[in-house]
C-alpha cells in the first residue's frame, strides 16, 4: 500500500485483539469501510495468549443441565459485589451462548465433551461448570477464527502503526496521529468513528501476566481526550502466577481440581473459603495465599505449590498442555510429577475508559471496548472466562454502533495536530535527561507495594508522592537514538507517558475510595460500605487540564444487593 499522510476510513478501530477485531467484523458487515490500526501485528495482541476459557450458560455438562443466562448474570453480579451494572451485566450473559455458537460455526476448535458438544469446565465464582474452552489455549484459537473472518472480509490493517493521540475538534473525536512503526513517519488518520481497543495496563506493576505491550495506552489517550475513566481501583491479581517469571498458570488447572498446598502441607484454602475451596473468587484466592505466605507458611521466597499430580497424567496432557509445557520450560518441572510454585500477580484492569451499553464514551464518535473499557460488567471484581465473552459480546455492539456515526472530513484540524505530533516527537528525541529505563522500574515497584493486593491511605499517599514525581521527571526523559525504524526507544518513552497518566489515575481512585470490596482491599477500611461507596469512581480532567474525581451511581434491577460472603 502506497503510504499517505492522511488516511481516511469511516471506522477507525485502535488495537487487533479480540474485542477490536470482532468490532471491525461488526461495522464491516453494517457497511462501513473499516481499518485497524495496532502497534504490533494482531495476532501478537495479549488476546492470544488467553488460556483457561469463555463463559456461555449453555448447559452442556451434566452438572449444568439446567444452567441459564440469570444464572450466569448472579455469579458475574455477586462475584462484582454488586458494583458491576446490571443493565449491562445482562446483555453479556443473554448473549453469551450465541457468542460462542457463532465463534464455532465460524471455525474455532473447541475443546469437546464425550458427546461431541463444546466442553465445559469450572471456574472460580460459578455456580455450575459454564467455562467453553480449547485446551488451554483458548485465547489462541479465537484470535485466529477472528483474524481469518476479518481477513476474509477485506478489512484494512495498519500494522505497526503506534497511536500518539486522538484529535477532538469541538468535542467530536476526528480520528488519530499514529507513528508508523517501520518508517518512523508520521500520519493522520481521518474517521467519523474511532473505537479504542488497546487492552489492559499490567505493565504499570511489578509481577504481571500481561504482554510487555500492555500500558495502558487507550486509557491515558481517553483521558487526554476528554473522555472519564471509571473504577480504576479495581485491580485483579490473579492467585496463580509462575513463581519467579509470573508467567501465567490458568484457573482452568484448579477448575480441573488442582490443589492450592501451603508449606506445612495444608490446602489451606478451607480456612478461608471451606465450600468454594480454590475456586472461590480470585480476589479471596489471592488474598488467602498471601495471608499465608506473611503467617510463614509459605514457601522460602514467598511462594505456595498448586498440585496437579492427583489428576494423572492424561488429564493434565490433553487439558493443559500449555501449563504443562510452561512449567517445564520456565521452570524445570513436570507438573505431573512435582507441584508447581506459584504466587499471585497482577492480571486484569477491571476499570477503565467509562462507556455505555453501546461502547459510546462522553466525546462524539469515540468508543471504547475490551479491557481498555469499564462498561461496567466486572464490577469490583471479574469473573475468570468472562473477559474473553465481554471483548466479544461488546466488540459487536459497539461496532453496530460505530458504524450508525456519519461525519465529515475535517482535514485542516488533522493537519494542525500532525505537525504539533511531529514537534513533540522530535522534542522528546532531543531531551537530554536520564532513560526510561529507571522511570519504568519505579513506577511498577510504587505500584506492586503501595496499589498492591493489601492497601492503606500512608502507603498509598506516599505512593501517590513518588508517582508525581516520575511525571516530572517524565518530562525530561531522553531517547537513545535518533533512528528512524523501529525506534524502540522512543516507542518505550512514548508508553512510558502513557504509563504515567495509568498510574496516577489508579492511585487517585483507590485512595478516594475507603472502604474494601472485592479486589481494592484497605487494611485501614477493612469493611464493604454499601452506604458510602456502592457507587462507580469517576476521573475526569478538568478545565486546567488537572484531574478530578467524582462518583456514578450503580445501575441495578436485576437482583438486589446482598451483603453475603463466599464459603
Ligand atoms: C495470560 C492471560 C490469560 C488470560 N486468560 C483469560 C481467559 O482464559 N479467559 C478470559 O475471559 N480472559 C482471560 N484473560 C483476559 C483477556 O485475555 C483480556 O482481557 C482480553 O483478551 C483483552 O482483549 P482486548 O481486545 O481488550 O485487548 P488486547 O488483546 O490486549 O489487544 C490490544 C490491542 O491494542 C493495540 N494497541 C495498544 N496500544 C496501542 C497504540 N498506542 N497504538 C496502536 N495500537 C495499540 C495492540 O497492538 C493490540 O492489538 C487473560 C489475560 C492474560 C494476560
Excluded at 249 to 255: D, L, Q, V, Y
Aim: charged share 25%; aromatic share 8%; glycine share 10%.
Amino acid at each position: 500500500m502506497g503510504e499517505k499522510d492522511i488516511y481516511r476510513h469511516d471506522v477507525i478501530v485502535i488495537g487487533g485483539g479480540l474485542s477490536g477485531l470482532r468490532a471491525a467484523i461488526e461495522a464491516c458487515d453494517c457497511g462501513a469501510d473499516v481499518a485497524v490500526v495496532s502497534k504490533v501485528y494482531p495476532l501478537r495482541s495479549h488476546s492470544v495468549a488467553a488460556q483457561g476459557g469463555i463463559n456461555a450458560a449453555l448447559g452442556n455438562s451434566p452438572e449444568a443441565k439446567n444452567d441459564t443466562w440469570e444464572k450466569h448474570a448472579f455469579d458475574t453480579i455477586r462475584g462484582s459485589v454488586y458494583l458491576a451494572d446490571q443493565d449491562a451485566v445482562e446483555v453479556l450473559c443473554r448473549q453469551a451462548p450465541e457468542t460462542v455458537l457463532e465463534l464455532e460455526h465460524w471455525g474455532t476448535v473447541f475443546s469437546r465433551d464425550h458427546e461431541g458438544k463444546i466442553a465445559q469446565r469450572p471456574f472460580g465464582g460459578a455456580d455450575v461448570p459454564r467455562t467453553c474452552y480449547a485446551a488451554d489455549r483458548t485465547g489462541h484459537n479465537l484470535m485466529n477464527t477472528l483474524f481469518e473472518q476479518a481477513s476474509y472480509r477485506g478489512i484494512t490493517f495498519h500494522n505497526e502503526y503506534f497511536v500518539t493521540s486522538l484529535v477532538v475538534d469541538e468535542e467530536i473525536c476526528r480520528g488519530c496521529i499514529a507513528l508508523n512503526l517501520r518508517s518512523g513517519k508520521v500520519h493522520a488518520f481521518n474517521s467519523s468513528s474511532l473505537i479504542l481497543a488497546t487492552g489492559g495496563y499490567g505493565m504499570i506493576y511489578d509481577h504481571s501476566t500481561n504482554s510487555l505491550i500492555n500500558t495502558g495506552d487507550g486509557m491515558a489517550l481517553a483521558i487526554n481526550a476528554g473522555a472519564q475513566l471509571k473504577d480504576m481501583e479495581f485491580v485483579q491479581f490473579h492467585p496463580t502466577t509462575l513463581y519467579g517469571s509470573n508467567i501465567l498458570i490458568s484457573e482452568g488447572a484448579r477448575g480441573e481440581g488442582a490443589y492450592l498446598v501451603n508449606s506445612e502441607g495444608d490446602r489451606f484454602m478451607a480456612r478461608y473459603a471451606p465450600q468454594s475451596m480454590e475456586l472461590a473468587p480470585r480476589d479471596i484466592v489471592a488474598r488467602s495465599i498471601m495471608k499465608e505466605i506473611k503467617a510463614g507458611r509459605g514457601f522460602k521466597d514467598g511462594y505456595v505449590h498448586l498440585d496437579l499430580r492427583h489428576l494423572g497424567a492424561d488429564i493434565i496432557k490433553e487439558r493443559l498442555p500449555g501449563i504443562r509445557q510452561i512449567a517445564m520450560d520456565f521452570a524445570g518441572l513436570d507438573p505431573v510429577e512435582v507441584p508447581i510454585p506459584v504466587q499471585p500477580g497482577q492480571h486484569y484492569s477491571m476499570g477503565g475508559i467509562d462507556v455505555n451499553i453501546d461502547g459510546e464514551t462522553g466525546v462524539k464518535g469515540l468508543y471504547a471496548v475490551g479491557e481498555c473499557a469499564c462498561i461496567s460488567v466486572h464490577g469490583a471484581n471479574r469473573l475468570g472466562g468472562n473477559s474473553l465473552l465481554d471483548t466479544l459480546v461488546f466488540g459487536r455492539r459497539t461496532g453496530r454502533k460505530a458504524c450508525s456515526e456519519s461525519n465529515d472530513g475535517h482535514v485542516p484540524i488533522l493537519k494542525e495536530v500532525m505537525t504539533r505530533e511531529i514537534q513533540r516527537l522530535q522534542d522528546l528525541i532531543n531531551n537530554k535527561g536520564e532513560g526510561f529505563a529507571p522511570l519504568m522500574s519505579e513506577i511498577k515497584k510504587t505500584m506492586f507495594d503501595r496499589f498492591g493486593i493489601f492497601r492503606d491511605e500512608a502507603d498509598m499517599n506516599e505512593g501517590l508522592r513518588s508517582l508525581n514525581d516520575l511525571g516530572q521527571r517524565y518530562k525530561q526523559v531522553s531517547v537513545k537514538g535518533s533512528g528512524k525504524a523501529f525506534n524502540q526507544s522512543l516507542i518505550r518513552v512514548l508508553e512510558l507517558g502513557y504509563m504515567v497518566d495509568t498510574a496516577e489515575a489508579v492511585a487517585l481512585s483507590a485512595i478516594e475510595r475507603k472502604e474494601s470490596r472485592g479486589s481494592h482491599f484497605r487494611t485501614d477500611f477493612p469493611d464493604r460500605s454499601d452506604d458510602l461507596y456502592l457507587k462507580h469512581t469517576i476521573i475526569s480532567t478538568d478545565d486546567k487540564l488537572q484531574r478530578s474525581i467524582d462518583f456514578s451511581p450503580v445501575k441495578l434491577g436485576l437482583f438486589p444487593v446482598k451483603g453475603d460472603n463466599y464459603q
